[in-house]
């Protein structure tokens, strides 16, 4: 999953990076409202954390700009102004969540969580495929009621493919969801991964569509 | 009324007062004095019309002396002490007086002659007080001159010049009377526009006006106007101050949540002081931001906000906050409805109670309005566990959270019934029919509201 944060307080941005990171999300950060808005449009993000205010351009003109081109990714506003007023505008500027500073790491993780879930159509924060069941809110895999260990970038790839179940998922797509801006891209490094990840969860819900990509499938079983 | 006598009215009134009591005596005095004037001269006119009839009825014989031709005119010169006298004396002859001075006679003093007719006050044979004229005579016939004198008691006199002086004091009391009342009358209505000042201010500070209203004449209008900018000036100040603590407020929120994030993913005493410490700040900012924005709502006078919009906005924001609880909300009412206030505050009163409702539900949330007379009265309702009798007035104090497992800060119901109090509205919890907690907000209508109705 691929997050944008953009705050403008260089310690916070720090903050939710490290944190984000730390979770399994690949994030690029943004520092004013230029920056943002530009990210926003031409990267393919999983979710946004916006802060109002933002030097250059404010967030919720950053937040409209985005939604006027048609962006429609989950954002989360992050801000120190809690009126219902200003709540209401975050709101009608396209927001999908509101998050008041001073605010718990541990709330924000899960409100991205669900706003992601919400965004792919998922309602439970235990999604299944099959035999597969991951749990977005502990990152836990459980396989046939077995617990399975997986690597950060594991985690990250059977995170998208079951966000995204029934539905063809190229490696471009994954690449560009799965590590951030600067990760120097190689689409065969998704293909090692995807290999080695078949072979952890030992059921075959994540079937190649030829010259498409990938896709993960309940009616795994038989293999 | 009691007048301190530093008071400016008991100043005009007590300087024109003594003013025209100044003036009034003078003018007495000044008119009594020439009314007295003019009596005596028309008294001596009548005694020398006496004299000169005593002179031409007077005759003279060498072997005689000085006799009277006639009698004269005059009936009161023969009854005796009547006050009416004549006397003739010769200076070398006997003295010859009317028959009123019976047996006396008048004291006359012939060391100096008198050629011309002569006025002066003496005293009379029963010791009134009498007014003489006299003169020297010399008959042709005679060498030393015979003094004529006619006298009058001058109690007639007297009498007129008293009643005159009466009927004077009645009419310029009168007068002083009339013009004390003409100033009091005009100090009141010349000082009336400096008792619509201190109305005026009284209501500004009560805070039923913003600023003085109406026309003052030219000499208060400027301190009219000054205390217009002072006015505004103060509220500038309030204003900025308010800001300045909100700014405040808002600012130290992004330190506070980097630290509370830091100070999280430590362990040891440090990191736990540092948290408790945080969570101290949180509070004051908390506070503080409250404080404010109660302090700053319900300033504006003159605005309104149509109930309607302002409602479903609240009603899609709350909707993608609960958007994973599937809490459906109601909204029943408010076409045409318009709350005598600001948005902001509308949105705030009205965004706590609904978003409590939320926290709350199981699965429906219900919000009607209407009117009642002049003021709107919205409920909002839940279907959730509600709060019991006698812990309602609980949930109003300040930082008071019913359960700490749910998030909010706990000022919602305190910030709202603050707000609603300064719109002159207020708040109460009762038991909702769907089961859960019913809000009942009672907000002022804007006016234009009955106006509307009026004309559908």
Redesign the interface.
Known sequence: MRALVVEDDPDLVRQLSETLRDEGYAVDQATDGEEATYLGEVEPYDVVVLDLGLPVIDGVSVLKSWRGKGRTMPVLILTARGQWSEKVAGFDAGADDYLTKPFQMEELLARIRALIRRAAGHASPVLRCGPVEVDTSSATVVVNGESIKLTGHEYKLLSYLIHHMNKIVSRTELTEHIYDQDFDRDSNTIEVFVGRLRKKLGVDVIKTVRGLGYRMEPDGEAS | MVRRPSSLTFRLIAGAGLWTFFALVVVGVALAFLFRQTVERSFDARLDVLLESLIVAAEYDPDKGVYLSGPLAEPRFEQPYSGWYWQITPRDGQVMISRSLWDRELKEDLSAPEPQPHHYYSVGPDNQQIRVVERDIIFPDSKAPVRFAVAAVTTENKMEVTRFVGAIVVALGLMGIGLIGAVIAQVRYGLRPLRTLEGQLERVRSGEADRLEGGYPSEIAPVADELNKLIDHNAELLARARTHVGNLA??L??????L???S?THHGTLAASVRRQ?DVM?RLVDHY?VRA?TAAAGQVIGTRTPVLPAMT??R??LE??Y??RDVRIFVQGGDRLNFRGE??DF??M???LM?NACKWADAEVRVTVERRDTNLVFLVEDDGPGIDDEQREAVFSRGQRFDEAT?GSGLGLSIVRDIAGLYGGGIELDRSELGGLKAVLTLPASADTSVQQAAQ
């Open positions: 808002h600012a929120k992004t330190p506070l949540s980097v509370m994030n830091d999280a945080l949180r931001l924005r906005s609240l899609t924001t993608k906050i958007a994973s948005r902001q949105d705030e009205l965004g706590n978003d998030p």
